[in-house]
């Protein structure tokens, strides 16, 4: 008698042979790693393209992004290298590390209190890594 294979198991092995066959660097592949892919857009970028270029009376771009960093952060550990790629768009577009602390922590309400958790602890990654401080 065989022992049942776990489908999820199965479908990630048959992926990650999927991926090796394409590209064989894939097989060191990471999620940081592709967040290495896109780099920080500088602020002028972000402003023109989710500003108020096009809205004059629109949201600014740190707003929209700490908007974006709150939803994401109810979404939870699923979405992990949206939130330090946000982060460090938002510290880029002028927010601060009190409006990024305070925007995860209001998503605690909503999203419960791991999902706000983990997302606090990207955010403080990523501002050690950018020098700017702790999040709290």
């Known amino acids: 008698m065989s022992t049942p ?13 999927w991926a090796k066959a394409v590209n064989p660097a894939l097989e060191g592949f990471t999620p940081k790693g592709f967040e290495a892919l896109w780099p920080t857009m500088p602020k002028e970028v972000m402003e023109t393209f989710m500003g108020k270029t096009f809205n004059p009376e629109g949201l600014d771009a740190k707003t929209k992004l700490l908007l974006t960093l709150g939803s994401l952060t109810i979404l939870g550990a699923q979405a992990e290298a949206q939130i330090r790629l946000t982060v460090r768009h ?3 577009a002028g927010a601060t590390q009190q409006e990024i602390a305070e925007t995860i922590g209001m998503m605690g309400v909503f999203g ?5 958790t983990k997302a606090m602890e990207l955010a403080r990654e ?4 950018a020098g700017e401080g702790d999040a709290t």
Do not use: H, K, L, S
């Not at 294979?5 to 042979?17: K, L």
């Not at 419960?112 to 706000?116: D, K, V």
């Open 5 to 17: 294979t776990n489908p999820f198991d199965a479908m990630i092995t048959m992926t990650q042979d």
């Open 90 to 92: 938002a510290i880029e």
């Open 112 to 116: 419960g209190i791991p999902a706000m």
């Open 126 to 129: 990523v501002m050690d890594e």
